[in-house]
T-cell receptor, first 112, second 112 residues
Framework: NAGVTQTPKFQVLKTGQSMTLQCAQD?????MSWYRQDPGMGLRLIHY???????DQGEVPNGYNVSRSTTEDFPLRLLSAAPSQTSVYFC???????????FGSGTRLTVV | GENVEQHPSTLSVQEGDSAVIKCTYS??????FPWYKQELGKGPQLIID?????GEKKDQRIAVTLNKTAKHFSLHITETQPEDSAVYFC???????????FGKGTLLTVNP
């Protein structure tokens, strides 16, 4: 039981490049979400999903896309990376909306 | 709205003392209040949670209290130890949406 697995752990992108941050969970959790963490800003919700085929925007969705084709996977796509997207990204999952989250270990992204 | 205010932003205590972190929320539909601990370089980890039908919950040295009327909840850590040093986040969810909203975090330092 691996929990929530995020890859890669570190990534450096040039402005304008695209990439996908991977997130997978093996706990059969319906609810998954992506957060970004910036100094002094706490954790801000980017996108979330309440089940396969269902996604919705969070607080800071601009510049990011998501899809949920399976229960296990919830990738986050950066379409055209910008320096403002330099951050630590966390994926989290829970069994339901009223349960605690299990977080991944994060992806540290730098856009130069 | 769904905002959560968390205070203080930093807290320094001597080993063995108690630590208290306070949060307030604005959405009266909030019904679930988890607390997370984040150690350096790791993802947040759920340490305790409380639901709106309960006023207090305790787990060994950690306790959480909830005042629904005043819309605030607090984390209490007794007999602090150096390994309690970390960033602590309060959060809430509930109502018609599935979003978990976080406070901006409290950096707790326990001095030996």
């Amino acid at each position: 039981n691996a929990g929530v697995t995020q890859t890669p752990k570190f990534q450096v992108l040039k402005t304008g490049q695209s990439m996908t941050l991977q997130c997978a969970q093996d706990m059969n959790h319906e609810y998954m979400s992506w957060y970004r963490q910036d100094p002094g800003m706490g954790l801000r919700l980017i996108h979330y999903s309440v089940g396969a085929g269902i996604t919705d925007q969070g607080e800071v969705p601009n510049g990011y896309n998501v899809s949920r084709s399976t229960t296990e996977d919830f990738p986050l796509r950066l379409l055209s990376a910008a320096p403002s997207q330099t951050s630590v990204y966390f994926c989290a999952s829970s069994y339901s909306t009223g349960d605690g989250y299990t977080f991944g270990s994060g992806t540290r992204l730098t856009v130069v | 709205g769904e905002n959560v205010e968390q205070h203080p932003s930093t807290l320094s205590v001597q080993e063995g003392d108690s630590a208290v972190i306070k949060c307030t929320y604005s959405d009266s539909a909030s019904n679930y209040f988890p607390w997370y601990k984040q150690e350096l370089g790791k993802g947040p980890q759920l340490i305790i949670d409380i639901r709106s039908n309960v006023g207090e919950k305790k787990d060994q040295r950690i306790a959480v209290t909830l005042n629904k009327t005043a819309k605030h909840f607090s984390l209490h850590i007794t007999e602090t130890q150096p390994e309690d040093s970390a960033v602590y986040f309060c959060s809430r969810s509930g109502g018609s949406n599935y979003k978990l909203t976080f406070g901006k975090g409290t950096l707790l330092t326990v001095n030996p």
